[in-house]
């Protein structure tokens, strides 16, 4: 197992970025899945991007070109570069990790087993 702790959300205004980081912690030797969701009021969690042990990624087609997923293993932590943001982004951002994973043809998964909190971005017209 292990334990997810995100940071790095606050309020930004549009054009601004931000980077979130997950930390990692507990069993950190399994090839893992890390990845960013976020999820507003009313609205169905949407993926945002995604990175497997291999180096390969993925990304929700809304924010393709503006944020960037990347880990440093040394750290255990997972960061979520977002840049170019828009108040259509504003979400609470969760990381989640799956173990024994591998993303293919660039494409989001959808089953995780462990999830952070969450850290609340807001961006301002």
């Known amino acids: 197992q292990v334990q997810l702790v995100e940071s790095g959300g606050g309020s930004v205004q549009a054009g601004g970025s931000l980077r979130l980081s997950c930390a990692v912690s507990?069993?950190?030797?399994?090839?893992?899945?890390m990845a960013w969701f976020r999820q507003t009021p009313g609205k169905e969690r949407e993926g945002v991007a995604q990175?497997?042990?291999?180096?390969?990624?993925a990304y929700g087609d809304s924010v393709k070109g503006r944020f960037t997923i990347s880990e440093d293993n040394a750290k255990n932590t997972v960061y979520l570069q977002m840049n170019s943001l828009q108040p259509e982004d504003s979400a609470m951002y969760y990381c989640?990790?799956?173990?024994?994973?591998?993303?293919?043809?660039?494409?989001?998964?959808?089953?995780?087993?462990?999830w952070g909190q969450g850290t609340q971005v807001t961006v301002s017209s």
């Open positions: 990175i497997d042990s291999y180096g390969n990624t």
């Open positions: 989640a990790a799956e173990p024994w994973c591998r993303l293919l043809l660039s494409r989001l998964r959808d089953d995780f087993s462990f």
């Open positions: 507990g069993d950190t030797s399994q090839n893992y899945c």
